[in-house]
Each structure stands twice: as C-alpha cells, then as structure tokens.
C-alpha cells in the first residue's frame, strides 16, 4: 500500500476521498489480530520486564514473554497453507527504538515487521472494527483516515482516532483499540508456522534513556530545592525516583518488572498503579534488583508509570567519608587542646605537612570514578564536594604550618576545619545510621 499522508489537523473524517473495495484477506487478517489482542491474556502467560541503568543515560529494557503464538498467517506457500505467522509481541509508544533486539528463548535472532508492514497490520485491525459495526462502505469509505491514525504521529492520530469514534459511534471495546493504536505501534516478530499453539519464550530488548524525575516546583524555587534535594541524597537522607512508563501491561495474564540498581546505588521501593485486584503492587525490600507483579486488564488500566526510588549503597563511599570526617575532627581537636602543638608541629614539619598531605591524597584516590550510571553521578556528587572541601582543609593547614603563619591564624583556621569537618560528619553518620536501619526494617 502506498503511503498516506499524514496532516491529520488538515483532514476532515467527513470527506473522505473515494476509494476502492477493501480487499476480504485485509478484514479477515483484520478479524484475526483483533481476536489476538482481545485474548492477549489468553495467550501471553506471563511478561516479565527488566530495566538495568548504564554509563551515562544508557539503559536497556528487556522483555521476556511466556506465551503460546495463535495462528497469525503472514506468508502462505503455493498451496496456500502458512509457512510462517506474525506474533504481536507488545504495543510501543510511537518513538524511534534504539537497538532494539528481538530473539526467542535459545537466544536466535528473529525478523520483525517493518514501519510499513506495521502500519498495514494496525490498519486492517481497525478497518475491520468499522466494518463489523458499519458494514465494508463504511471502512473503505474511512479507510484514509484509518491509514491517518495508525502512521500518524500520537498527538495527531489521537485526536484523529478520537474524532472517528465520535462520528462513527464506535462501542467502548472498539474504541479503546482505535486509541491503542493511534498512540502505538505493533511490535510484531515473525515465525515459522510450526511455531504456531506451542508454547514458548520470547524476548525483546531495546535502548532506553533515562533521566531523574524533575522536581514539580515552581521556577522559583527550583534552585534552592534542588540543591537541598541532592544534597540529602548524597548523604543518606533521601532516595531519588525514576518513572518507569508502562506498555501493554492490561494485555498480559500476569506483569512483572525488574528493577536492577546501578553499582553503588539499591532499589529502595517500587510502586505500580493498583490493579484489577485493588491491589497496589509494592516492593520496599533494599536490594539491588527490585521486583513487583500485578494483574490488569482492559478495564482497569494502569492509571500512571511505576515509580522507582534508588537510595545509597551504605557500603559505598558514605561510609568512607564519615570515617575521614570524623578522624579530622579528631586530629583537629588534638592539635586545638594539645598545649604544645603549636611549637611541636612547627618542629616536626616534615612529619606534619606529610600527614595533612597524605589524607588529601587519599581521599581523592577513594574518589576517584570511571564510567557510571548518570543516577550515580547525580546522587556521589555531594560526597565527592564533600570529600574535596575537607582535603582543601587540610592542604591550607599544611600551607599555614609550612609558611609559618602566626600562632593566632593556625588556631583560627583550625577552629574553622574542626567546625567544618564536624558537621560533615554529623551530616554523614546519621545518613549511614539512616540508610542502615532503613535496611533492617
């Protein structure tokens, strides 16, 4: 089929262009999808979803359907039985996938439908909707703008789809896949016929992006929050949340998602909208991978994303940096009360400014990174200002002892660095405490 233009603001649904008869084997294609998306549940057992965060903003969503594949002609060979079916993996979101990788359970990669192949697939589906409501005038009749919402873009095709449900009077069922499809793509694999009623494992994978979820204040705000908000994060106090959308879960028998935390962070809670249960499916274990499941179906739909809060790893660098604050409060209380350290320092200066330079050198050793997940950057930044500030201290009190500053400005500064280093760890310690007993519970 050619390719429609896809203006959808500059089409009028009651206008529609004079076309010829649609041909039976597009209804009959049509009957059969729309009978597989109906009894999606029937036939996908179980969807299990993994979502791993990498360097960057790199992430991977994996898919594993448990399913048994209808009978979904694609090809026929002379004698007309298949040789090979379609199976409708899922429903994506209209947007460029990235590597997206489509195997079955041996790991064999399997082809998939193309865009055009995709938009004619979709097209026969609601063709054969208007049809069975309105008769085969009706759908050539509308087929323009059928062809308009399944290749058009969503915001566009939404509003198409919606106009063509009104004007059409389309029923709650027919309707609800019209808007399915015009803010959707099939995401189709293709097998061999033989595949067909035996159950078995299919998988897909795509690139995602991921990004921290923004702060809903208002612009004014938005600074000073967002440096409290990292802030405790960096230190223990508070987790970070990341939405998760959700594809297709209401077509599935049994949804499941994985969460799998990027090193030096743990999954802290994840939440999914309630389903047909009235259950809210909830997993607030601290671990590296979080992991929920829930039941939807066409009715009860999930009415939002799944929420996903990551917290520190108390075994990551918190830990680190509360010790170091803490034996620079007490190195700093030593040289305050210690009534000779004035003049003992001063004689032993090579001993000193070696140990004032040597905590700075590991500190910037424990710090150092490689490649890491955005979210970890995000939350060990504070630690690792936190870190530099303290090894800034110590650097200007070797500086003062080595230039030999007077008595008065070395117990100042000292004064300022205990302070200092006191509140770091104060800051530091109860976010470990925080974080451990958040564990526990």
């Known amino acids: 089929m050619t390719e429609e233009r896809t203006d959808a603001n500059a089409h009028d ?20 999808l729309v009978l597989a998306l109906i009894n999606f549940p029937e036939w996908i057992h179980r969807k299990v979803e993994s979502v791993s965060l990498f ?3 790199r992430g991977r969503r994996r898919v594993s359907l448990d399913c048994t594949p209808p009978t979904l002609v694609w090809t026929k060979d002379l004698s007309g039985s298949a040789s090979s079916i379609y199976v409708p993996l899922t429903l994506m979101s209209k947007r460029v996938l990235r590597d997206l990788d489509v195997c079955d359970d041996s790991g064999r990669a399997l082809p998939v439908l193309s865009t055009s ?21 009706a759908a050539a009749k509308y087929w323009h703008s059928i062809r308009l919402v399944v290749s058009g873009s969503e915001e566009e095709a939404r509003k198409l789809a919606r106009s063509l449900i009104e004007e059409l009077e389309l029923d709650v069922l027919a309707a609800g896949i019209f808007l399915d499809l015009a803010s959707n793509f099939i995401l189709a694999a293709v097998l061999p016929a033989s595949a067909s009623g035996i159950r078995t494992v299919l998988k897909y994978s795509s690139h995602w992006e991921a990004g921290i979820a923004s702060l809903d204040t208002p612009w004014w705000r938005r600074w000073p929050v967002a440096f409290w908000t990292r802030l405790r994060a960096g230190t223990g106090h508070k987790s970070i949340r990341l939405l998760v959308n959700l594809f297709a879960v209401e077509y599935v028998g049994s949804y499941h998602l994985e969460v799998n935390a990027p090193d030096g962070l743990l999954c802290s809670r994840i939440e999914m909208p309630p389903d047909k249960n009235g259950y809210y499916p909830l997993d607030t274990d601290r671990t590296p991978v979080g992991h929920v499941h829930a039941h939807y179906d066409h009715v009860h739909r999930p009415a939002g994303p799944a929420i996903v809060r990551f917290a520190l790893d108390e075994a990551g660098p918190l830990g680190r940096t509360a010790l170091i604050a803490g034996a620079m409060c007490a ?23 070696t140990l004032l330079l040597f905590v ?8 150092a ?7 970890v950057r ?3 930044l504070p630690l690792r200002v936190i870190s530099g500030g303290l090894a800034i201290l110590l650097v200007i009190a070797g500086g003062l002892l080595v230039m030999k500053a007077p008595d008065i400005f070395n117990t100042v500064f000292w004064w300022i660095a205990l ?19 958040g564990a526990k519970g």
């Open 369 to 375: 990174r490689g490649l890491e997940s955005e979210f």
């Open 117 to 137: 192949e995709n938009a004619d697939l979709a097209a026969s589906a609601l063709a054969f909707l208007v049809q069975f409501q309105h008769g085969e005038d």
């Open 13 to 32: 649904p009651g206008q529609e262009p004079a076309l010829d008869a649609i041909p039976a084997e597009t209804f009959d294609r049509g009957a059969s």
């Open 331 to 353: 190195l700093f209380s030593i040289f305050l009360f210690w009534p000779s350290a004035q003049t003992d320092l001063r004689d032993g200066l090579d001993a000193a400014t």
């Open 360 to 367: 700075p050198a590991l500190l910037i050793a424990l710090n």
């Open 55 to 57: 360097a960057g903003k």
């Open 378 to 380: 995000w939350f060990l």
């Open 419 to 437: 302070i200092a280093s006191a509140g770091v760890f104060v800051l530091t310690f109860s976010g470990l405490v925080r974080l451990k007993v």
